[in-house]
């Protein structure tokens, strides 16, 4: 017993002087100073999907952090109505929703509830959110676990999360026993210095910044931090809201004084949670944004301007046109020993002390940015751009040129004996060709289309699915795209597939969804823009192989039990 007792005092004195030794140091604490901006925190989860904590009680404890509003970022597939805009404990709370996409996970801010569920490709997320007026933020872009990194760049987001704290984590569980030996201290530390702890945990954004960089060349794109927080470490895999098998680390106080993101919303807060919540959204659009790590010092002031002949004319986030020379200026409330850097993209213009540091630069079409590290060269706060722009857009993309018929499947005149239905076993499909609807004023059409009505099994577990297809003919190889014309009798989306018959082995199909409401449009599908369905020999269509097209309704983008009706117009090989 002595022994023992011997052997747990040698390890006290062991862990505290390991303790002591890794502390990091005490963030520092600044000169409050105002600059027109509010703190608050983006991308929080409650116990609505895999959080912890109710809203209103990550409400009371933002309130104890400082924070003037929190965007809650539940799990989910935007057909939830979000919570209107409330002061829960003096803090405004938005309800927003973090969104599953083939290429990682999309965050949406300011949207309504979505008519159909919203998934499938990162493309047609990304499209539906800006569709319905939301905001939508590429999340933890570097995260080393694939279903979670967002990763289709070519898709025109609003905003990217350059920090995460959960991400920093993964990353460090998996990069070697440095790293790890890293996590293991801070678990010594945490309890005396959380948000210290956190912050000194945060991965290197250069990747990010790097990728940011690049897309901002072409477009704005916003540039914030991301908590993550869920206050919940899982030790084993869990069903969403089992809190059985969990540890409450990191607490939601600790990461919500890890770091914030600043909002300029053009003016005081009024009291009124919608107002204020559309002049947040607001900010957050238009890139009136920094972002400020917490955890090295707080509270941040700083300001990221352009000038020309002494006259203010752009802040972080605005556009301004090129053609004469402009003054950059940054000032902020940063201890001395910080460093600020102004850069043009990857390139470090100017470093100097933080207090105020200007740079001219010429007239030349450009974009800049600024931030300012600790003496050790952690990021504490960077910018978001000011963009001087050319008259013309580096945006811009080439047309497709228009096709030319190979082959039509249906002319929108003649039947459609060739075409038939599939579904599951417990949903239904059924077509009939049907006239064309005249036009209130117009001549009455003598057009038919196919009108598909159809009617999703309600049963979770089962993947129900209901289609029109007709088999193609051989002239599918010749061609690379299929033009068609659709309405639906709701807004929905359709996924327009190829796939091989079985004459050429397993079955493999491509697709590629489109938005449908009750407008009749001409659509063009082209073929390098569909994707594998499941598993497939090549990633592009085996147009040599393909044997019939479909129009799918599927889980994808229906719910459960889901019924209504599509007609389908002349549908047409080109190329």
Known sequence: MKHARSAAAVLAVVVAVVTAASLPPRRVSLEPRADGSVAGVIHVHTDRSDGRNAPEDVAAIAARAGL???????????????????????????????????????????LPASPYPLGGEARDVAEDVARLGGFGVAAHPDSPKADLRWGDWAVPVDGIELLNPDTSWRTLVQDGWRSRFRLFQGLFTYPFRSPETIAGLL???????????????????????????????????????????????????????????????????????????????????????????????????????????????????????????????????????????????????????????????????????????????????????????????????????AGQSAFTLFDGRASAAEWRTEADLVSSAEFRVAPVPAAPLGPRSDSVEIELTYRLAGVQATPPHAALLAQTSQAVPDSDRLAFTARADRPMRVSVQLRTGPSSGPEERWQRSVYLDATTRDYVVSFDEMTPVGQTRTAQPALAEIRDVIFAVDRTNAQPGASGQVWIGRVAFER
Not at 78 to 103: H, K, N, Q, W
Request: glycine content about 10%.
């Open 203 to 401: 991965t290197d954004p250069q990747e990010n910044l790097t990728r940011w960089n690049a897309l901002t060349e072409r477009r704005k794109v916003v540039g914030l931090a991301g908590t993550d927080a869920h206050a919940k470490l899982a030790l084993m895999d869990i069903a969403s809201g089992d809190n059985r098998y969990t540890l409450p680390l990191p607490g939601y106080e600790a990461s919500l004084r890890t770091l914030s993101v600043h909002v300029r919303p053009g003016g005081p807060l009024t009291g009124d949670a919608a107002t204020d919540a559309a002049a947040i959204l607001s900010g957050l659009r238009a890139g009136h944004t920094y972002v400020a790590v917490d955890g090295l010092a707080t509270p941040a002031s700083f300001e990221f301007t352009a000038e020309r002949a002494g006259n203010l004319v752009a802040q972080g986030g605005d556009d301004m046109p090129a053609g004469e020379p402009v003054t950059l200026r940054v000032r902020s409330n940063a201890p001395a020993t910080f460093m600020a850097t102004i850069w043009q993209g990857s390139t470090a213009l100017k470093s100097g002390p933080p207090a105020e540091l200007t740079a001219d630069v010429g007239a030349q079409p450009a974009v800049y940015r600024a931030d300012i590290r600790t003496p050790g060269g952690r990021t504490w706060l960077f910018s978001n751009p000011i963009y001087v722009r050319g008259s013309s857009s580096a945006d811009a993309r080439p047309a497709r040129s």
């Open 68 to 110: 003037t509003f929190l965007v809650f970022t539940d799990h989910g597939d935007a057909t939830r109505p979000p919570d209107a805009p409330v002061y829960r404990s003096g803090v405004l709370c938005i309800d927003g929703v973090e969104i599953s996409t083939s290429a990682g996970h999309y965050v949406a801010i300011g």
